[in-house]
């Protein structure tokens, strides 16, 4: 009998733990992994916490081989009646399931905002994804005589963690949301509050403002604040959370909708899986959620890979995928944790004082926790998460 042929699309989190779940079942099933054209797949976690402050060079961020075949060639897009994929080289490919795992991109600030002004290109003004990013990051820095007064965009685990990392660097940082307290939907506001009492010892806080205006100048850059207050500094990090990114046909900002194995939701029989960052989940009781952490991506690539081998004769049913991966973050000293996902809607309820544990509640029933410092109590609440929502 011939293998099965697999295309998984991109080598992150999830394709790469596709490719290790396809692996152990050589050579049944053979797989080819796409990444982008001249890009060795790397741990995009190591972007700020290495990468951007020069504790490593691009190079030690890359992952290990998944034994897979590698294909360094963008995706343009996928035929997916016929299964085919269209690469940057030209050739097209043709497969028996195809598993998309091509992650997210950064969200960057509105042209309204940016004008004609193109503080992006002059590197003042960066989003903090790619390696790219991480590097002009960390050659921004070291070309500044001294500590440099780096703006932090944002609210959520990536400004808080890159906020944390740069003032432990001896930077000075202020930090800029929208939101008047920080990270309130996804770590309740305990936690929330917690984190901005840490931050506001350190550093500035600029609460409950939207951004009007930038402005580069050659030495500096100004965030023009609703009002016309300017908030100066040496270089300004957009931190505001990620979008799906898909190749053609799914290349809007919508994402690919799965059903709960991870099949393509509009066309569950077409051997077509999406998982990580990508993959926008299709509740009835939670709605439309997308997660973007290391451990759960690799957790949906080897759910796919697992319902691809199923629909193919050579696995057990998986079940319904349930979101209970844990992730941790060290900020200021202290360590975040949470488990599961805090689906729009869940409402969040201090459980436990000192150490302090928030459990986010749908209906009722817990789909995540949140605590400081207490990494071992997050974990023992995984394997409690999203029993009552997973249809099986
Ligand atoms: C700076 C930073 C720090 C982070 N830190 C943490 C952390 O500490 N803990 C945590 O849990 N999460 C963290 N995250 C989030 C985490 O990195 C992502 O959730 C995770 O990488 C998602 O996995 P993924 O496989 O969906 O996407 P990715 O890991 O981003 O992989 C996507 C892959 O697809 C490839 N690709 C995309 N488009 C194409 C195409 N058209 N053709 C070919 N290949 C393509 C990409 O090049 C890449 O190899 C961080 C994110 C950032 C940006």
Redesign the pocket.
Known sequence: MSPVRVGI????????AAAKTLQAVSPEVQADV???TG?Q?????????GV?IGLLSPEQTALPETGAALVS????GIDPRARQVH?ASGESRTYDGIII????R?HTLGEDVLGRNDALATGKLTT??SLTD?TGIRDQLAALPGSARVLILGAG??AA??SSLLSAAGHDVALISRSTLPGTSVFGEHIAKKLLDLHQARGATYLGRTIQAVRTHPDHISIVLDGGDRVEGDLAIIAHG?LP?A?SPWNGPEGIPVDDRLRLRQAPDQRIYA????AIHEHPDLGAYR????????A??AHAANTLLYDHGLGDDPGAYRPVST???SIHGHILAGAGHPTPGSTARLISDDPTVVLHEHAGAPVAATGLDTVALIHQWAPRLHHQHTQN
Do not use: C, Y
Request: charged content about 15%; overall charge negative.
């Open positions: 699309l991109g080598a992150g989190a999830a394709g790469a796409f990444a982008r890009e797949p790397f741990n995009r976690t190591l972007v700020n916490k951007a060639d963008t995706v343009r690469i795992a091509t992650g997210s950064p903090l994804h991480a685990v990536l963690e890159t990620t990114a190749p998982a990580g960052g990508v997660i973007d952490h290391w451990d759960d991506a690799a949906q690539g992730f941790t973050s």
